[in-house]
């Protein structure tokens, strides 16, 4: 039985949508035969509760609170929080492999330390890339965070046994960055849905009335485009016509609410984060989805898989060379870049339809993990 030590800050029942992944991937390691603990922090909410089902079989280590550093990234605190925890668990367990969940990334250093003292393979699963990742510099912590990463990031990525990483665009993002890696150890193991998670769902009889963009709205989106868009008299007919509104669900709301002028408000509605269960059934009962993407060819909405596992209307506004992009497409989307925006969410409002939904294995949560056991094995 393979034996595996996961570091993670976050995970379930933490709020935070980086919890989900690596869930998921404990849950069918464990299936798949693996002998899993996890090391994480002791959440204080509880949002996410219900992803910890069918993780009764993994062994869950918690090292404490969050305590805030000098530097925007979990990793620096769960290095300092998690380290003679993360020693004494590798002594007693000896792991044949440590899996790494990136971001946060300093939490890396850990796997590293263990490489040092035990010899113990380490492994990086990117979420999301490290120096290499297009978001802008932000404040004093982003620089710090930045200027420390140049001088870790190649040094860890040098003794990983294997990195992989959500899309072939960030893999090759990720090489031209460390060219190093045409000759590592690397692999494409894309985010997915959790086929369990979606058989649960039953859509109900009639929609909702709802767009909805579930996930957390952030600065590099492109929401000036889309506001722009909401202000076309056109578009406001038409979601009239249909009874619409766009639905907002998650963290950071403010970054579309604080552009909305005040004869826009009507059109749209606001929630917090909702539970993952809460989140999904939402995803089937919308008349469509939307997800605001950026200028970025690199980016991979993790919500795309279960947006086009339970709902057949999906619109993608943002890079149309992006990953996100080509997977909206492939299901029959609509993708548009801010190019004839309006004409394409006309299109995309015409066109809402109750077909029935294909699904693909190969993005399958278990298909996903024997992928990278095929690797480990």
Request: glycine residues 4%.
């Amino acid at each position: 039985m393979l034996k595996i030590l996961f570091l993670t800050p976050e995970f379930p029942p933490s709020k935070l949508t980086g919890a989900i992944r690596p869930s998921k991937f404990a849950k069918y390691l464990q299936r798949l035969g693996c002998d899993v603990t996890v090391l994480t922090f002791e959440h204080q909410d509880q949002t996410h509760l219900d992803l910890l089902k069918g993780l009764e079989k993994v062994r869950i280590e918690t090292c404490g609170i969050v305590k805030k550093y000098f530097v925007n990234d979990l990793g620096i605190s769960f290095l300092f929080q998690a380290y003679g925890q993360t020693m004494k668990l590798a002594e007693e367990i000896k792991p044949d492999y440590i899996l790494v969940s990136m971001p946060t990334f300093f939490n890396s250093l850990l796997a590293l330390f263990l490489k040092w003292k035990f010899g113990t393979k380490y492994v990086l699963d990117y979420r999301d890339l490290w120096v290499a990742d297009p978001y802008p510099v932000r404040g004093f912590k982003s620089k710090v965070f930045r200027t420390l990463s140049k001088i870790v990031e190649p040094i860890v990525l040098k003794s990983a046994y294997l990195s992989y990483y959500v899309s072939d665009a960030m893999l090759a993002d990720q090489i031209k960055q460390y060219p190093f890696l045409e000759k590592r150890k690397t692999l494409v193991i894309s985010t997915g849905y959790d086929p369990e998670d979606i058989n649960q769902v039953t859509p109900s009889h009639s929609r909702n009335g709802y767009i909805s963009h579930i996930g957390n709205a952030d600065v590099d989106m492109n929401i000036d485009d889309f506001i722009s868009m909401i202000k076309d008299k056109r578009i406001q007919k038409s979601l009239l016509e249909r009874n619409l509104k766009f639905l907002f669900v998650g963290r950071k709301n403010d970054f579309v609410k604080t552009r909305l002028e005040s004869d826009l408000e009507p059109f749209f509605e606001f929630k917090n984060y909702v539970p993952h269960v809460e989140a999904l059934q939402l995803m089937a009962d919308s008349n469509g989805l939307m997800i605001l993407g950026s200028n970025s060819e690199q980016r991979l909405n993790r919500k795309v898989f279960e947006y086009t596992a339970l709902n057949q209307n999906v619109f993608y506004l943002g890079n149309i060379k992006s990953p996100t992009a080509n997977i909206v497409r492939s299901f029959n989307g609509t993708v548009s870049s801010s190019d004839d925006l309006e004409v394409k969410f006309l299109f995309f409002l015409e066109g809402l339809s109750n077909r029935k939904l294909e699904l693909s294995s190969a993005y399958s949560k278990d298909e996903l993990v024997k992928k990278l056991l095929d690797e480990l094995l």
